[in-house]
């Protein structure tokens, strides 16, 4: 069973940074994609940036040129600048092997507030 767990949120002010990380265990997949989503309040949940296991990354025009996703095997991380209140969320991790599905986390709060 693959278990995500996410680390990182927090409350910061505008135009700071936050590093968000997500570790999928009990994974060994050959090709696999990790990502992060956010769902603000009254919205639907929606794409951050997903990476591949080969390293491709997608990110959301939103975000592109502020944020920036890696990967180390199944640790995924994202690195967050310029943050502005509309990124305020709660940001998802998800680990998706397409055999068997997508496997969340519980999510982590990110504020962007003065």
């Known amino acids: 069973q693959v278990q995500v767990v996410e680390s990182g949120g927090g409350l910061v002010q505008p135009g700071g940074s936050l590093r968000l990380s997500c570790a999928a265990s009990g994974s060994g997949f050959s090709f696999n994609v990790m990502g992060w989503y956010r769902q603000a309040p009254g919205k639907q949940r929606g794409l951050v940036a997903t990476i591949t296991s080969g390293g491709r990354t997608n990110y959301a025009d939103s975000v592109k040129g502020r944020f920036a996703i890696s990967r180390d095997k199944n640790t995924v991380y994202l690195q967050m600048n310029s943050l502005k209140p509309e990124d305020t969320a709660v940001y998802y991790c998800?680990?998706?092997?397409?055999?068997?599905?997508?496997?969340w986390g519980q999510g982590t709060q990110v504020t962007v507030s003065s």
């Open positions: 998800v680990y998706k092997y397409p055999p068997t599905g997508d496997y």
